[in-house]
């Protein structure tokens, strides 16, 4: 559960009004190999000013990364035949403050799905005596709740940031 809330502090991380950071699209996955893989696994990522340029290690990922990007709301291109360019504008208006705000909430609530799943992994692999089951169940209940919250947290402290 650490590391989940490891990765959706660095996934909010990226997450800036105003600024272009190469880690706003680092953790974007792309089907590579059959596995779903994000950017920075693939791809060198850079920013200047206002745009971010992302380089496949496989020249032949352009295509897809690009796609990718596009399916995530931004407006990626192919820039020549090693890089995908994706422009990104100032936060000048609310409805892009909004939609910095909208991704901070779908990735909060992807992390804690996350969450979830692991706690109903474990449950699966809890078999002991009845109860000495019902004391570790509540156990990791209470991690999950802790993991919850502190997810919440790290959103609502990063919504602030961006208002």
Known sequence: MTKAIEHFASQIAGIHC????????????????GQLTPIAHLAVTSSDHNRIAVI????????EVETVLKSNGFNAYVFNKTTVVVPLPKF???ADQERAIAQVR???EEAKV???NIRKKERKKLG???????IAE?????LTDASVS???ELADNKVRALT
């Not at 272009?20 to 190999?33: G, H, N, R």
């Not at 496949?56 to 295509?63: E, G, I, T």
């Open 56 to 63: 496949p290690y496989d020249p032949s990922m352009l295509k």
């Open 150 to 152: 502190r997810i919440t």
């Open 18 to 33: 105003g600024v272009a950071t190469p880690s706003l699209v680092d953790t974007i996955k792309v089907e590579y190999q």
């Open 114 to 116: 996350s969450i979830r």
């Open 138 to 142: 509540k156990k990791l209940q209470d």
């Open 106 to 108: 779908k990735l909060e």
């Open 128 to 134: 002991l005596p009845e109860n000495e089951q019902r």
């Open 92 to 94: 000048a208006t609310s």
